[in-house]
DNA sequence: GCATGATTTATACAGGTGTTTGAATTATTT
DNA sequence: AAATAATTCAAACACCTGTATAAATCATGC
C-alpha cells in the first residue's frame, strides 16, 4: 500500500536522519543500534545500509549537519550580540550553550551531540573538530581575548575558553550524579538553568579577569 | 607444569583485579570484554565469572578499591594540609588531582576510573555516590565554605565545587580533542600540568570569591 | 597415597550486533 | 504499456559478547 503518499511520507532518507540524529545526541554512538534507528523510522533493518553504506556513514551524515546547524546558528547569534560589549556576548553564549544542552524543552541535538564527542570520541572525532569546533573557536577566541585585553595567540585566551566551556558541558555531562545528589524530583527548569547561567557567568568573568591580572605564563605552548 | 609456583604467581583473582581496573579506568566498563581481561592476565575466559560470578561483578569490586584507595588517599592529603589556609587546600587539591588524571606516568586508576564513571555511568554509580563521592564531598564543602565565608547549606558551594572540579574533569575527558588541536607531538609533562593547575587555581579563586560577593542566590535548592 | 574440594581449562551456548543478499515492490522512463 | 531503474523487504550471515558446563588439573587433609 503506497500509504496515500507524498504528503506523509517524508523521504526514508531523511527520516532516518532525524531519527538517528535524536538519537545518537542522546546516547551516544556506540550505545543505538541500527535496529532501533530503523524501527523508529520505519524501515527495514537494511536502509541504513542503503541509504548510507553503513552506520558510521550515517553518523558522520548527522555529524556534518549537526556542525554546520551549529555553526550557522552560533554565527547568527555573535554577530546579534557584536555590538554589545564582552561580557555581554560572553553571558550570552553560556547561557544560550547551557539552555540547550539542559532544558528538556529544547530539542538541540546538534549542540548535544557535539559534546557528546567532545568527551567519548568516535571515528567522527576529526569531522567535528574541522567542521564543527575550529571554524567557531576563533570567534570565542576573539572573545576571551578581548576581556583578556591579550591577543589570540596568547595562551591564556585558549585555557580561559576551556574553563568556561568545561563548566557548560559538565552540567549537562553529569546530569546522572547530579540528580542522585539533589532531592528526589529534581529538575532543570528553565529557571533554574539561568541561575546557573549566571553563577557560570559571574565565576567565569572573575576567572577571566584574574588571569588578566597574572603574567603571561611561562609556557609559550598551549594549553 | 606447576610454573615453579607460590613466588611469581600473584593469586589468579588479585591479577584480574589489577588487569581489569587498568582497562576500565581508560577505557570503560563499555569498551573493554570479559575475554581481553583474561587474556591479559593469562586466565581463561571463564575465571571472571568463577571468581566475581560476571562481569559487572569484577567492575564493582573494582569500583568498590577505588573508592576507598581514592578517600584513604584525600584524607590523607587534606589531613596534612589541615593548617593551611583554604587557599592552599584549593590549590594542593587541584595539582593532585590534575597529576592523577594527566600525568601518564602517575598510574592512578582510581581517579580515572571514578571520573569516568561521573561522565559515563554504569548500573555501579550508586556504589560510586555512596562509598566514593559521598563521603568526601563534605570536606570539599567545607573547603569550598571557608573561602566563600558561607555555611555548608549554601547552594553556592556545591556550584562552586562543581564549577572548579569541571575544569579539572574536562582537561581529562577532552584530551582526545587537546591533542588535535595542540601542535603535533604535544605532551603533557608534568610541568605542563602544574602550570595548568595555577591557571585553574587562579580562575576559580577569583570565581569563588567574585560567588561570595554576591547575595545567595532565590533559588534555595540546588543546584 | 588417596580422596575430597578448589581451581583452571576447553568448549559450547544464547543473544545481540552490523552487514549482506537476492527477491519483491515501487517509481520512473521510454 | 512495457522496460528499466530505484527502493524496500525478509531472511540470513558472520562476528563478537557474556555466560554456562563438564571435564581436567591442582592443592590439601586424612
Keep these: 500500500m ?18 538517528a540524529a535524536e538519537l545518537f545526541a542522546e546516547r551516544g554512538f556506540n550505545n543505538v543500534t541500527v535496529r532501533e534507528i530503523c ?10 545500509n542503503y541509504h548510507f553504506r553503513d552506520k558510521l556513514g550515517l553518523y558522520k551524515e548527522v555529524v556534518q ?56 570520541p568516535t571515528p567522527a572525532l576529526d569531522l567535528i573538530i574541522e567542521k564543527g569546533i575550529k571554524p567557531t573557536s576563533q570567534r570565542y577566541g576573539r ?29 549537562k555531562m553529569s546530569m546522572p550524579v547530579s540528580m542522585r545528589m539533589f532531592p528526589p524530583g529534581f529538575k532543570y527548569t528553565p529557571e533554574i538553568i539561568d541561575g546557573l547561567a549566571e553563577h557560570i557567568y559571574q565565576f567565569s568573568l572573575a576567572g577571566i579577569r584574574a588571569a588578566a591580572a597574572l603574567p603571561r605564563s611561562t609556557t609559550e605552548c598551549y594549553p
Tied chains: 1, 2.
Excluded at 503506497?2 to 531519527?19: C, F, H, K, M, Y
Aim: aromatic fraction near 6%.
Design 39 to 48: 524501527q523508529l523510522a520505519g524501515t527495514n533493518v537494511a536502509g541504513v
Design 65 to 120: 549537519l549537526a556542525a554546520d546547524g551549529m555553526n550557522r546558528l552560533k554565527v547568527d547569534v555573535m554577530n546579534a550580540a557584536e555590538p554589545e560589549p564582552p561580557e555581554e556576548r560572553l553571558r550570552t553564549y553560556i547561557r544560550l550553550t547551557l539552555h540547550h544542552l539542559l532544558d528538556p524543552h529544547e530539542e538541540s541535538w546538534m549542540e548535544k551531540l557535539i559534546a557528546r564527542e567532545t568527551i567519548d
Design 143 to 171: 572573545m576571551i581575548a578581548e576581556l583578556l585585553g591579550a591577543s589570540l595567540g596568547d595562551p591564556r585566551v585558549w585555557r580561559c575558553f576551556l574553563s568556561v566551556h568545561a563548566q557548560i558541558l559538565f552540567y
Design 2 to 19: 503506497p500509504e496515500s503518499a507524498g504528503l506523509i511520507d517524508v523521504e526514508t532518507r531523511q527520516r532516518l536522519l532525524n531519527v
